[in-house]
């Protein structure tokens, strides 16, 4: 397994690592490390680590006694929470109520990832946010749209799993023209609520989204790459949301033209 560790700025450490689709196809994953206010460190998402990672999160975290907590985001990322938990079992696990009905067995903290409770405990460091209009936790096994969005304002860095989705086109297609992208998951349509204003409901998050967290300069996003300032030749993340939006209308509008 190759992994890559990038450190952005003001106590925030992406970590990429590998997911392979059917054992061939690597789309990526990803976890990051941030570090508090107070000196301790919370880990968003759980992805597989390598020795390497694992000495340098021990370095930053006097091996895991300043880690305070391993907060996953994403519903129906699950595959590598156990093993984080026996990497570091002194961390308060928080899980979505999937994590907590799937890996039952777990220490779970009480406050769901999605609570407001939740929200606040960490209000000082972080701020989080749930997508609108959708089904968080969807019954189809195989649509992974919604997840719990976080905000580091200290270094300017979106984490999101799926939610939102980063795309940068390989060299020879950006020659000719692609330009890289970031767009909703495609799954949106499936996870749009059945009742009327759902669509508008999202719209507006989405709105919201790209004005309160308007001084975004880093998007770290769960599979492919990250999109980080220091290489963003095109518009803003803020501006790249709003985009993304504008490419969704359509579903939004067939979405609320099949409830009338």
Not at 138 to 160: C, G, K, M, Q
Request: aromatic share 8%.
């Amino acid at each position: 397994m190759t992994q890559r560790i990038i450190e952005l700025n003001e106590g925030f450490w992406n970590i990429r690592g590998s997911f392979k689709i059917g054992g061939l196809i690597d789309v990526g994953t990803q976890a990051s490390l941030v570090r508090l206010q107070s000196g301790h460190f919370v880990l968003l998402d759980t992805c597989a680590l390598d020795r390497k990672t694992i000495d340098k999160i021990n370095a930053l975290t006097d091996n895991g006694r300043l880690l305070q907590a391993i907060i996953n985001l994403h519903p129906f990322h699950t595959l590598h929470v156990n093993d984080a938990h026996k990497l570091f079992p002194n961390a308060k696990l928080y899980g979505t109520a999937r994590h907590h009905q799937k890996l039952d067995g777990l220490p779970w903290e009480s406050q769901l990832t999605e609570s407001s409770e939740l929200h606040q405990m960490f209000a000082d460091d972080l701020d989080f946010s749930v997508p609108s209009g959708v089904e968080f936790i969807s019954d189809n096994e195989n649509v992974h749209f919604a997840s719990v969005l976080a905000w580091h304002p200290n270094s300017r860095t979106i984490h999101v799993d799926d939610t939102l989705m980063y795309i940068r086109f390989p060299l020879p297609l950006r020659i000719i023209g692609h330009r890289d992208t970031v767009r909703f998951h495609p799954t949106l349509s499936k996870v749009l609520l059945p009742q009327t204003g759902a669509a508008e409901s999202f719209a507006e998050w989405a709105t919201g989204l790209a004005t309160q967290w308007a001084d975004a300069e880093n998007l770290c996003a769960a599979h492919v790459t990250s999109l980080l300032g220091s290489n963003n030749r095109g518009a803003p993340i803020a501006e790249r949301i709003l985009s993304a939006l504008d490419g969704v209308r359509s579903t939004l509008a067939s979405h609320e033209n099949g409830l009338s």
